[in-house]
């Protein structure tokens, strides 16, 4: 299969102008894109897509437009809090009830002194 495939600026064939992986036109972004330039989608629809063959099938990467994204927002002290209170149970252990500083293996649910699985002789 060639890049070809999928060549559908117009959107006739997958319904949204499609383009092969590398050959997106300026002014469109991935999300992960957008966040290395300190920007977020900000609740635009998705503008354009990318796909491309991958070793599971064919794997797609959604498109915004730059210029309607918006900054990211800043991390504020209610927002630190909120995370910070999130992630506390992911790192205490289940058996010693420590605050390990870590976030503790999940299928266990134990920090490594407690992990019978982990010991070193």
Same mark, same amino acid.
């Given at each position: 299969?060639?890049?070809?495939?999928?060549?559908?600026?117009?959107?006739?064939?997958?319904?949204?102008?499609?383009?092969?992986?590398?050959?997106?036109?300026?002014?469109?972004?991935?999300?992960?894109?957008?966040?290395?330039?300190?920007?977020?989608?900000?609740?635009?629809?998705?503008?354009?897509?990318?796909?491309?063959?991958?070793? &599971?099938?064919?794997?797609?990467?959604?498109?915004? $437009?730059? +210029?309607?994204?918006?900054? *990211? !927002?800043?991390? /504020?002290?209610?927002?630190?809090?909120?995370?910070?209170?999130?992630? &506390?149970?992911?790192?205490?252990?289940?058996?010693? $009830?420590? +605050?390990?500083?870590?976030? *503790? !293996?999940?299928? /266990?649910?134990?920090?490594?002194?407690?992990?019978?699985?982990?010991?070193?002789?």
């Amino acid at each position: 299969m060639s890049a070809a495939r999928f060549w559908d600026p117009d959107g006739t064939t997958y319904g949204i102008p499609t383009y092969p992986l590398h050959m997106a036109p300026d002014g469109l972004a991935t999300r992960r894109q957008l966040r290395a330039r300190g920007l977020r989608p900000g609740g635009q629809e998705v503008a354009a897509q990318l796909m491309w063959r991958h070793a &599971r099938g064919i794997a797609v990467a959604y498109l915004y $437009r730059l +210029d309607l994204a918006k900054p *990211v !927002r800043p991390m /504020t002290l209610g927002r630190w809090r909120a995370h910070e209170a999130m992630m &506390r149970p992911r790192r205490t252990c289940t058996a010693c $009830r420590r +605050d390990v500083g870590y976030v *503790v !293996r999940t299928s /266990t649910g134990l920090c490594e002194p407690c992990d019978p699985t982990l010991a070193t002789a």
